[in-house]
């Protein structure tokens, strides 16, 4: 045959069948395009970091002195400027770091919130650390001398702020921002407690140095460093000989000495890239893998299609390799659509995925281009998809026996498959009502692919809307456990240690905004057991108090008169420890002139509180003399009069004298939710894709068991059967096939979320103790498209079977 011909003869397959190719090239190019889309995003997330670090000149060294302490400007730089590699300091610059209140009036609401004020030299600002307008001006020279400043931009966005305002801040003092900017330090928010992204409840301000230092009452001086290092200096020579000389020449001053990979923002921005990579070629393989299933058993049904074709080629003495050629062209123009359309989805995605990785972190400009890598190796998988999937049912429909092949009805039947097994379970109705089972059965290879390709979408169904369900079961678990039954319960942070009946706690017991005060005592410290540790916050409560305690699930609960502590599930797993056990604090314990020393404690676990965080633990307040407090105060629960807003509340608390910061008890499990929230934003995309994917695999296999049995059906319609009674037999053949593959990914979809939340989200997120679980709401979905969808899809073929030539269908010449 020539060539004309044999491109003739494929088109004219392609006019008979361009649906069914149409519909199998956008399985293979969702699962490419998909694939190739979600494996962009490491390279994206990695170079846009790199050149936005690099573009506002991130200091390699920085110098942090101990809280509250601080020295005259120019004696850090003096230290810097005295060691043997000063030669190496490209630029450097001195800081003073103060943390604050903010309060400052949105659109509808006044916000009040903690925060920090970061003053530096303007004459350096554009040579180490440098500050990015994002909005409004920049700070210049001629501000150096005034009280004005940038605003952080993720705090100003998330409350919808303009470029411009005025702020005020503990003391009083009220400030101008002239606009909106980013340090790469806050690239990832971090509050004074060390919480992440906690941009929404958190503001930076960046002002200039003099600005600083009269507004926080530091005049004349500073208590940070942060340095650059020239190209081809060695940063650990620096920062080794900077140690050395700061231990020599500050020896009071306990200064820690940093690199840029002690930048809690950059280890956190790599740390969760390659994590949350890790997680997406997952999906963009199972993504993949549902399509190959999906192609390969309807490339195989096409070809099956054309079987008595094939057995009349053989008949007439046609080589086999002539007659493979035929479906290899229908493989052909499936894998050349496939890789086009999806090149077109994989576009299309890039964009979806740009605006989700600019919301998720905020940076001052992006890296994404066109990954022609990742896009050819998923075109390479997507050209070579059609012709695996036809290879084995190509081979063997051109070495049958030209009789078998030409058969037709009952005698084509090589084999009865699976069907003698109803003989062991006789199936209640008549024939028409068996039929469905008995076509699953007769084909059993068929009938399993099929709902393999839809399991392996409904395994990422499932797990992505458990892992959507944990997070807010998470989130909702920590917010009802730290706000209780008083949602405008306040945490009060002092400046310092007071006894618990001192003159300025009574003073704002005191005040008319507040409707009852209750004292305690905060310690950070690190528990250990077994050879681990990890950070926490102890709280000494009172047995008395009335506006919160912790719960208890495990163990006894606080004042049960044993003595003990309460710590989180998650932290008794990280510890490999549980009540009855005995656990090792460590904590600064007070010493002479204000200062304090590393102490040690054993303390027996006493029960687990109900905080899916690990972070908080509790003790009773008698313990505060044995750890050597003596009954000292630093934190108050504040609860608002009636008819006092929280808003209020705050602004009264500020203006009080001893209040160090003032944040709703809300404020964590909100900055927890947040970023969470952030991170889920890709997997709504996934959702969506899969949902998509679901309902393609659904209308293929519909589309094309329609054109494999138009004989049948013409033969139900000659016997008078109605149009109705036909779609009703093919929706109980696709509601088998549903079941069979939502029941298949059942196990499987529960094992991908116990993953994911495992070994990435418990991992990334250390603090938090995920609550496994998918919700009623997320089972209905996925019975919806995995069963309910999957059987509605025959309905998409009623319009052809009215149009089915029943004569022309019967005729045949055996």
Not at 36 to 41: G, I
Not at 82 to 89: L, N, P, Q, R, Y
Not at 257 to 278: C, F, K, N, P
Request: with cysteine; charged share 15%.
């Amino acid at each position: 045959m020539s060539v004309r011909l044999w491109l003739e003869w494929s088109a004219r397959d392609l006019r008979a069948r361009w649906v069914v190719v149409a519909a199998i090239a956008m399985l293979i190019a969702s699962g490419t395009g998909v694939y190739a889309s979600l494996t962009s995003l490491l390279p994206w997330q990695t170079r846009s970091y790199d050149a936005n670090f690099a573009a506002l000149h991130t200091h390699d060294v920085g110098v942090a002195l101990a809280a509250d302490d601080y020295v005259r400007a120019g004696t850090l730089l003096r230290v810097a400027g005295s060691i043997g590699e000063t030669k190496a300091i490209a630029a450097a610059k001195e800081e003073l770091i103060v943390p604050t209140e903010v309060a400052v009036s949105a659109p509808g609401e006044s916000i009040v919130v903690p925060g920090r004020i970061v003053g530096a030299p303007l004459a350096a600002a554009d040579r180490v650390d440098t500050i990015a307008t994002r909005r409004g001006r920049p700070l210049t020279s001629a501000d150096s001398q005034r009280q004005v400043a940038l605003l952080e931009y993720d705090f100003a966005s998330d409350h919808h702020l303009r470029s411009s305002g005025v702020v005020q801040v503990a003391g009083g003092a009220r400030i101008a921002y002239v606009g909106l900017g980013q340090s790469p330090e806050d690239f990832v928010v971090f509050s004074n407690d060390g919480l992440a992204d906690a941009f929404a409840s958190f503001a930076v301000l960046y002002t200039p140095l003099a600005a600083a230092q009269r507004i926080s009452d530091h005049r004349g001086q500073v208590n940070e460093l942060v340095l650059t290092v020239r190209p081809g200096a060695s940063v650990t020579r620096v920062r080794t000989e900077l140690a050395r000389a700061l231990a020599r020449e500050l020896p009071t001053a306990a200064p820690v000495v940093s690199t840029r990979a002690d930048i809690a923002a950059d280890r956190m921005l790599y740390a969760d890239a390659h994590g949350e990579q890790r997680m997406y070629n997952v999906f963009g393989l199972l993504l993949l893998g549902g399509a190959a299933f999906a192609a390969f058993n309807l490339v195989t049904r096409i070809v099956e299609s054309q079987r008595r074709q094939i057995g009349i080629g053989l008949a007439l003495g046609s080589g086999r390799g002539r007659l493979a050629l035929r479906p290899l062209l229908i493989a052909a123009e499936v894998a050349f659509l496939g890789v086009g359309f999806g090149v077109g989805v994989g576009l299309a995605l890039d964009e979806v995925l740009r605006g989700v990785i600019s919301q998720l972190t905020p940076l001052p400009f992006y890296r994404t281009p066109f990954e022609l890598g990742a896009f050819a190796r998923a075109a390479a998988l997507g050209f070579l998809l059609p012709f695996a999937a036809c290879g084995y049912p190509i081979w063997t429909a051109v070495h049958r026996r030209p009789v078998d092949a030409l058969q037709l009805g009952a005698n084509s039947a090589r084999g009865a498959g699976l069907t003698p097994l109803l003989r062991r379970l006789p199936l209640p109705g008549r024939s028409l009502a068996q039929m469905p089972a008995r076509n699953l059965l007769r084909r059993p290879a068929r009938t399993l692919t099929t709902a393999l390709g839809i399991a392996v979408v409904i395994t990422i169904l499932l797990a992505v809307l458990g892992i959507l369900d944990s997070v807010s079961a998470t989130s909702a678990a920590e917010r009802k456990e730290i706000v209780g039954a008083n949602p405008t319960r306040t945490i009060v942070t002092l400046d310092r240690l007071y006894p618990a009946n001192a003159r300025a706690l009574r003073t704002i017991a005191a005040s008319p905004a507040v409707g009852g005060v209750e004292a305690s005592l905060r310690i950070a410290g690190t528990l250990e057991a077994n050879g681990r540790s990890i950070p926490t916050i102890v709280e000494l409560l009172s047995a008395s108090s009335a506006q919160w305690h912790p719960s208890v699930v495990a163990g006894r609960a606080l004042w049960s008169g044993a003595t003990g502590v309460l710590i989180a599930a998650k932290a008794a797993s990280d510890l490999g420890t549980s009540p009855g056990h005995t656990i090792t604090l460590y904590y600064p314990r007070p010493a002479a002139a204000s200062s304090f020393t590393l102490a040690r404690t054993s303390i027996r676990i006493l029960g687990i509180d109900g905080n899916p965080i690990r972070t908080f633990a509790f003790l009773d307040a008698s313990e505060s003399r044995a750890l050597g407090y003596g009954g000292a105060v630093n934190t108050l629960s504040v609860v608002a009069a009636p008819h006092v807003t929280q808003v209020a509340l705050e602004r009264v608390l500020i203006r009080s004298g001893a209040v160090a910061s003032v944040e709703p008890a809300a404020a964590v499990p909100d900055v927890s939710r947040d970023r969470l929230n952030d991170f889920l934003r890709v997997f709504d995309v996934v959702e969506v894709i899969a949902l998509g994917l679901a309902l393609l695999i659904a209308f293929n296999a519909t589309t094309i068991s329609a054109d494999e049995r138009a004989r049948d059906h013409a033969t139900m319609f000659a016997f008078g059967l109605p149009v109705r009674a036909v779609v009703a037999s093919a929706s109980a053949e696709s509601l088998l096939i549903g079941l069979l593959g939502t029941a298949l990914a059942i196990v499987p979809g529960y094992a991908l979320l116990g993953w994911i939340v495992g070994d990435y989200l418990e991992r990334t997120y250390t603090d938090f103790g995920m609550l496994v679980t998918v919700s009623p709401r997320s089972a209905l979905v996925i019975v919806v498209v995995g069963v309910v969808a999957v059987a509605l899809a025959p309905l998409l073929t009623i319009r052809a079977l009215h149009r089915l030539d029943v004569p022309a269908k019967l005729r045949t010449v055996e």
